[in-house]
């Protein structure tokens, strides 16, 4: 997991906030979700979380604005990363505590993220989910 974080200009407070966002996030997004073992992968030039589960087809829950997605483990692993990372930042700037640099490093994550996805097995679903 620190791979993933070190990439978003957080203090030490947000880093804790940011990890427990991640977990409570997958409870909701990842249905049968009950904790596990965190890795990051390279993915282009960014680290994604890998999610937590052995399967190979994964189905993300989008509760915020309906639908789901079943799809590979990688697909799923970059939409769940990209999902949190800016709705993170977007709850913090809501609520006046998200820094410039933090915000800036979310905007370059998710560039890079958009651009590295054509590698992902199911990139329309990596883009459909997150439009």
């Known amino acids: 997991m620190k791979k993933f974080l070190d990439?978003?200009?957080?203090?030490p407070m947000q880093?804790?906030?940011?990890?427990?966002f991640i977990f409570t996030q997958a409870e909701k997004m990842l249905p049968g979700?009950?904790?596990?073992?965190?890795?990051?992968?390279k993915l282009g030039n960014v680290s994604?979380?890998?999610?937590?589960?052995d399967d190979k087809t994964i189905t993300l829950n989008n509760y915020a604005f309906g639908g789901y997605m079943t799809t590979d483990h990688m697909t799923a692993s970059a939409t769940f990363s990209s999902v949190v990372a800016n709705w993170y930042a977007g709850l913090r700037a809501e609520q006046g505590r998200a820094s410039d640099a933090m915000l800036q490093a979310v905007a370059d994550y998710s560039a890079n993220l958009s651009q590295a996805a054509e590698k992902l097995k199911n990139p329309g679903e990596f883009y459909r989910f997150i439009d």
């Open 7 to 11: 990439q978003f200009a957080l203090t």
């Open 15 to 20: 880093r804790i906030d940011f990890e427990g």
């Open 33 to 41: 979700y009950n904790g596990g073992m965190w890795r990051t992968k």
């Open 48 to 53: 994604i979380l890998l999610l937590p589960v």
